[in-house]
Each structure stands twice: as C-alpha cells, then as structure tokens.
C-alpha cells in the first residue's frame, strides 16, 4: 500500500512538472530522496511520463491529426510538401532525432551518473540562468509559419540536453526558441510537438526495465503513476498555454535557481544522498 501512496505523489509531481521548464526529472529524483523513498530508477521515470504524453496526445488531437494526415498526404503528392503542416511533420521527426540517437549511445551514463544531485542541482541552476537569458533577448517575433529546418535542429539539440535531469526539456526547448526569436506560446505548442516521440520512445524503450531494472517500483505502482501523471498533465497544458501568452518565464527562473541551490546545500550537508 505504502509503494501505492508514494506512486500517486510522483504520478502528481510528474504531471505538475512536465510541462513546465523546470524539468519533471529533476523533481521525481530529488523529491523521494529528501522523503526518504530513495531513488525510483529511470525507467519509472521514463515509463510515467507516457502519461503526460498521452495527455498532449489527447489536447492536442486535432493539431496532430491535421500534421500526420498533411505529411502523409505530402509523401504522394508534390502539390502538398510546402505546406505548413507538412513541413512541420518533417521539422518534428528530424527534430526527435538527436534525442534518440544521444539517448541509445548514453543510456549507461543517463541511468547512473547523470542522476547524480550534484549534477541536478547545477543543471537546475544553469538552465534557469540560460531561460531567463533567453526569455529577455528574444524578440518575440516569429510564428510557426517561420519555422525552418534549421531552427527545428537546433531545437533538436536543445531537447537532446534534456537527457541529463535538472536541464528540463520543455526549458531547454523554450529557451533555444526564445534564443531564435519565436513567440513564447509558439516555442511552447513546438515543445509539446517535438517531446511526443521522445518521451514516448523512451518510455516504450524502458519498459522491460520496470519489473527487473534498478527501480524502486513495480507494474502496479508505476502503472498508477502513469494514469496520475496522464490526469494531472492534461490539466496542466491548458493552464502552461494561458500562463505564457500573457506571462514571463521569470517565476520558472527563481524557482529553479532556488531549488537547484536548496538541493546542493543539502547534499553538501549530508541532509541527503547525491
């Protein structure tokens, strides 16, 4: 029951976090250790996260629908391939693609060394320092109709950063699209598009991981989780959407600067474990 209990709190953090670019990993690695849970593994952290990824599914069903179908259609017909949607089909698998080909070749790494909270705590600090950068110089000019294939790489690689936890993908993706000059509702709906076959993949790609990997979890626990995360998610996108269009990202600025430099004073004082 105890396993239950603490699966429903970390299937609520990673639904409150996700979305946000105060990277959801960082919170489901530093959070049970300064409860006294221990460390829950990186496959529960990639299996639940398919909940919030459902959760996008389902907001943004109507958007992907018309993105699959217009690449699809852009496959057989030239008339279709300069079009938006298309284009934005392309811009999103090639922009998966750094994440996956760094995730394979890291995955040792990723599932050990990066889950040090020394290097949570700085990544927390640095990332929140590079967004707040970003968030003041862009110009806050460009739409989607602007994307490139350039841009999309490059905000490729800026998710790929995300594999090391405290970096935060949805911080990492907004503060390149902020860098490039894009919206921040605009960098934000991006994001959502480009985190889909990631997280996804990954998520699939740990699942023989759960019963006999180095996680704290099983199926039943991490199965609860994952519906958590999906429920809290869904509600959480709505709210990520309104906050942007009329907001900063200052507020996520302070907060990770404050955590990441909490989580380093306590692993410095033997509060908790790095």
Known sequence: MVDYLQAVVLGIIQGLTEFLPISSSAHLRILPETFGWGDPGAAFTAVIQIGTELAVLLYFRK??????????????RPEYRGHID????????????PIVVLGIALKDFIEEDFRSLWIIGVTL????????????VGRTEKT???????????????QACALIPGVSRSGATLSMGRFLGYERETATRYAFLLAIPAV???GVFELKEVPNGDNLYGWGPTI????????????????????????????????RIALGAGTLLLVATGVIAA
Do not use: C, E, N, Q
């Not at 600090?125 to 003041?136: E, M, P, S, Y």
């Open 86 to 97: 298309a284009r934005m089909g392309w811009f999103v698998i090639i922009g998966s693609l």
């Open 144 to 158: 989607l109709k602007s994307f490139t294939l350039r841009d999309a790489i490059l905000m490729g690689l800026a």
């Open 200 to 202: 996804i993949g990954a």
């Open 224 to 255: 609860v989780a994952t519906v958590v995360s999906f429920l809290i998610g869904y509600a959480a996108i709505a709210w990520l959407l309104r906050f942007v269009s009329t907001h900063s990202f200052t507020p996520f600025v302070l907060y």
């Open 63 to 76: 958007d992907i629908w018309r993105i699959a179908s217009m690449w699809l259609k852009s496959l057989v």
């Open 125 to 136: 600090i640095v990332g929140g320092i590079v967004l707040g950068i970003a968030d003041r």
